[in-house]
T-cell receptor, first 116, second 114 residues
Framework: AQKITQTQPGMFVQEKEAVTLDCTYD???????LFWYKQPSSGEMIFLIY??????QNATEGRYSLNFQKARKSANLVISASQLGDSAMYFC?????????????FGAGTRLFVKA | DADVTQTPRNRITKTGKRIMLECSQT?????MYWYRQDPGLGLQLIYYSFDVKDINKGEISDGYSVSRQAQAKFSLSLESAIPNQTALYFC?????????????FGAGTRLSVL
């Protein structure tokens, strides 16, 4: 069974609007971490945001926020005020286990297109 | 300069050739990883290393080998390349003192095996 599911292969958003990229995960471990990475067309993987399973508040980093719904096992990325430079692949990932845990599992990604 | 550097950035090789992909880092992290990315798929872990004396297989290690020459260097080898090893390869590092285990990636090596 897939542990990280990103159901949107591609998404379009108008510049300056907000967009939500979906991610659901599956784990029985009470301690885990969730990540979002951005992969622009140049290919590199850029860390965007992190949410710990015990964090009480949703993580935010500038225009990025993570809508963490633990009971639903979802960790959606919200990008506010989209910019043309946000066009990229976005990967959701999960690390299981406590701080000693290191294995990170990646979803298949969502390609975001920002329209001018 | 990039904190995690991969060389070469692009490589075309022929079936049966031996090829080495190199990774070096200036982040001072003990943990290093090699992943491959295929179109439409997420990253899959090939090998990982927690220090110079520690090498571990990941999900898809068959056909690959690695060498951790120093804390800062981690190389991936394809002993006899085959076309289905055509992929984008990433090296990553993380700090064991970081409870989040955020991984920092190189720019990737695009490998084509003809």
């Amino acid at each position: 069974a897939q542990k990280i599911t990103q159901t949107q292969p591609g998404m379009f958003v108008q510049e300056k609007e907000a967009v939500t990229l979906d991610c659901t995960y599956d784990t029985s471990d009470p301690s885990y971490g969730l990540f979002w990475y951005k992969q622009p067309s140049s290919g590199e993987m850029i860390f965007l945001i992190y949410q710990g399973s015990y964090d009480q508040q949703n993580a935010t980093e500038g225009r990025y926020s993570l809508n963490f719904q633990k009971a639903r096992k979802s960790a959606n990325l919200v990008i506010s005020a989209s910019q043309l430079g946000d066009s990229a692949m976005y990967f959701c990932a999960m690390r299981e286990g406590s701080s000693g845990g290191f294995k990170t599992i990646f979803g298949a990604g969502t390609r975001l297109f920002v329209k001018a | 300069d990039a904190d995690v550097t991969q060389t070469p950035r692009n490589r075309i090789t022929k079936t049966g050739k031996r090829i080495m992909l190199e990774c070096s880092q200036t982040k001072g992290h003990d943990r290093m990883y090699w992943y491959r990315q295929d179109p439409g798929l997420g990253l899959q872990l090939i090998y990982y290393s927690f220090d110079v004396k520690d090498i571990n297989k990941g999900e898809i290690s068959d056909g690959y080998s690695v060498s951790r020459q120093a804390q800062a260097k981690f190389s991936l080898s394809l002993e006899s390349a085959i076309p289905n090893q055509t992929a984008l390869y990433f090296c990553a590092t993380s700090d064991p003192r970081d409870s989040k285990n955020i991984q920092y990636f190189g720019a990737g090596t695009r490998l084509s095996v003809l």
